[in-house]
């Protein structure tokens, strides 16, 4: 089967959300709460956010905060949109994928 026969279909980006304080306007949450050093997968939250971004142009789901904390889905996508993706994608693959193994040594 060949991924690359059907065009892609535009997916929504799971990157932060905007959320409603009491009595405030809504806001986006951009924040890291655990500092990329202390999660299981040490990569910026801004690069997650980046390849999520890419991948949901390109068709596929990517969730920013299930790649933060889960290493095996981490790796699973990274390794996905290194070896089908294209344009920015699997250069961005190939350095998440340097901190995913970096974690694993670790």
């Known amino acids: 089967m060949n991924f690359r026969s059907r065009p892609p279909q535009q ?49 596929w789901p990517a969730h920013v905060s299930r790649m933060a904390y889960d290493r095996i889905y981490a790796g699973e996508r990274f390794a996905f949109a290194k070896r089908v993706g294209w344009g920015e994608l699997p250069e961005l693959a190939r350095q998440l994928l340097a901190c995913w193994r970096v974690g694993q040594s670790a």
């Open 11 to 59: 997916q929504p980006s799971l990157a932060p959300r905007r959320i409603t304080f009491e009595g405030g306007a809504p806001r986006l949450v951009v924040d890291e709460l655990i500092p990329s050093v202390e999660r299981p997968l040490q990569a910026e939250l801004q690069q997650l956010e980046r390849f999520s971004a890419l991948m949901a142009a390109q068709g």
